[in-house]
């Protein structure tokens, strides 16, 4: 069956440090991999995605996530992290089109120290 | 542009009663998915709608069931509410046929009690 993984709950970082949240990926063909962040109290906002081609993937607010199917993982990050990002943030798996189902996994609660 | 927009935001029901939750997608999207969030969970797919029929579907008892309007808006029903009910219920909409990605409504917050 498709999965996603995301092995940590709870992440803590400080004010500008950089950040890293981890997504692994059971698939059977080629995966389409998305990562969403969800406000308190809010929907879920699409920051990036990845289909084909280039392995490293830009997103808005300036993050970014990099395929890799060696390890069937498609991690998020960002070099220098806003008390503003603090959020949930959620891998997910799905198909090409709209007509494909979201899977999602378990998210990861960031919190950003000052 | 709208985007996404459900209805009502938050809702307390009680055990047995039954609940519908509105969603009007983004202009011009033509197809709407539902989402179950339970509390410190990632969405579950519940069904999809796409030309008012019923086109895939989670894993979800028949007690959740919906419509979709011509005008493509959504509706999702739940019957007999249980206490594991108590969710948030997200709305997403999109196209069927291109690679544009869902975006999703702020959602209702249902609680069963």
């Known amino acids: 069956a498709q999965s996603v993984t995301q092995p940590d709950i709870h992440i803590t970082v400080s004010e500008g440090a950089s950040l890293e949240l981890r997504c692994n990926y059971s698939?059977?063909?080629?995966?389409?991999l998305f990562w969403y962040v969800q406000s308190p109290g809010q929907g879920l906002q699409l920051l990036l995605k990845?289909?084909?081609?280039?392995?490293l993937v830009q997103g808005i607010k300036g993050f970014e996530a990099e395929f890799k199917r060696s390890q069937s993982s498609f991690n998020l990050r960002k070099p220098s992290v806003h008390w503003s990002d603090a959020a949930e943030y959620f891998c997910a798996g799905g198909g090409l089109t709209g007509a494909n189902n979201l899977f999602f996994g378990t998210g990861t609660r960031l919190t950003v120290i000052p | 542009d709208a985007g996404v927009t459900q209805s009502p935001t938050h809702l307390i029901k009680t055990r047995g009663q039954q609940v519908t939750l509105r969603c009007s997608p983004k202009s011009g999207h033509d197809t709407v998915s539902w989402y179950q969030q339970a509390l410190g969970q990632g969405p579950q797919f519940i069904f999809q709608?796409?030309?008012?029929?019923?086109?895939q579907r989670g894993n979800f008892p028949d007690r959740f069931s919906g419509h979709q309007f011509p005008n493509y808006s959504s509706e999702l029903n739940v019957n007999a509410l249980l206490l594991g009910d108590s969710a948030l219920y997200l709305c997403?909409?999109?196209?069927?046929?291109?690679?544009?990605?869902?975006?999703f409504g702020p959602g209702t917050r249902l609680l069963v009690l």
């Open positions: 698939y059977g063909a080629t995966p389409y």
């Open positions: 997403a909409s999109s196209f069927f046929e291109t690679t544009e990605t869902q975006y």
């Open positions: 709608y796409y030309e008012e029929e019923e086109r």
């Open positions: 990845y289909f084909s081609g280039d392995t």
